[in-house]
């Protein structure tokens, strides 16, 4: 009689591919909206199928293009590169918070430690060593760039974003691992103005973690349930890079 080896990773594999699986990550090209200090990616055709039998290309682009990954040393000196960060960090339990209404009628809204103490009351406590979301929809303005900088007759940016009392509660009193966003950057734009910096940014990576940016299809996921994984390339001494994240949801 054959006997049939039992491998249990093979059978929860099966499982979870019977759930839903959401791209998270923007397909990028060279038209794409980026922070303003970037320029464009460039890229070049080097072999085709056609000529040489096999098909190559050449991209020129900064770590942090399209939906990417920031490692801690992207914002503080002697913290972690990408290469760094371990593959468990990189699949984590996955917290949606929803303040596309909020973000919808105002471009400038700060998501503030009140805001979170309110969607508690409703939702209940966020867990420990979480990945943490934020909904604002804005990534439903890519790729057009006017509309996703949004900017003033001034030329001023509006994004909404985190507001640093916000980051020090999940990170300080709720113990989360991660966060993540839909814009470029984790501060809103009036905060980066205002401050002269990107605080919250710097405060998130000054905590020896990563972030997400520039995440899409968060409105297609629940609150609470479903599990975020970023998978990226391991360039040597790389401060982040665009990944390619995704969430498997019930």
């Given at each position: 009689m054959f006997?049939?080896?039992?491998?249990?990773?093979?059978?929860?594999?099966?499982?979870?591919?019977?759930a839903t699986w959401v791209d998270l990550t923007h397909t990028f090209d060279l038209e794409i909206p980026r922070f303003s200090e970037f320029e464009k990616g460039e890229v070049s055709t080097l072999f085709t199928v056609k000529e040489h039998g096999f098909y190559v290309q050449r991209w020129n682009i900064v770590t942090q293009y399209g939906t990417h990954i920031d490692a801690p040393i992207h914002f503080v000196e002697n913290k972690r590169y990408l290469e760094?960060?371990?593959?468990?960090?990189?699949?984590?339990?996955?917290i949606v918070l929803d303040f596309s209404k909020e973000a919808a009628e105002n471009a400038d809204f700060i998501v503030t430690r009140d805001h979170l103490e309110a969607w508690e009351a409703k939702n209940g406590r966020i867990e420990e060593?979480?990945?943490?979301?934020?909904?604002?929809?804005?990534?439903?303005?890519?790729?057009?760039?006017?509309?996703?900088?949004?900017?003033?007759?001034?030329?001023n940016q509006h994004l909404p974003g985190w507001g640093l009392d916000a980051l020090k509660f999940l990170i300080e009193e709720r113990g989360v691992k991660s966060i993540g966003h839909e814009t470029f950057d984790t501060d809103a734009s009036v905060d980066?103005?205002?401050?002269?910096?990107i605080v919250g940014e710097r405060y998130i990576l000054g905590q020896d973690t990563f972030q997400l940016?520039?995440?899409?299809?968060?409105?297609?996921?629940?609150?609470?349930?479903?599990?975020?994984?970023?998978?990226?390339?391991?360039?040597?001494?790389?401060?982040?890079?665009?990944?390619?994240?995704?969430?498997?949801?019930?």
């Open positions: 006997y049939m080896p039992n491998y249990p990773l093979w059978d929860q594999l099966n499982q979870l591919k019977e760094d960060l371990d593959l468990k960090e990189l699949g984590l339990p996955l060593g979480t990945f943490v979301a934020l909904r604002t929809d804005w990534s439903k303005r890519w790729p057009d760039i006017e509309q996703f900088e949004n900017k003033d007759a001034e030329g980066t103005a205002r401050n002269g910096d940016e520039l995440l899409t299809n968060l409105d297609q996921l629940p609150t609470r349930g479903a599990v975020i994984y970023a998978i990226s390339p391991k360039p040597k001494d790389a401060p982040g890079f665009p990944v390619r994240a995704f969430a498997i949801k019930p």
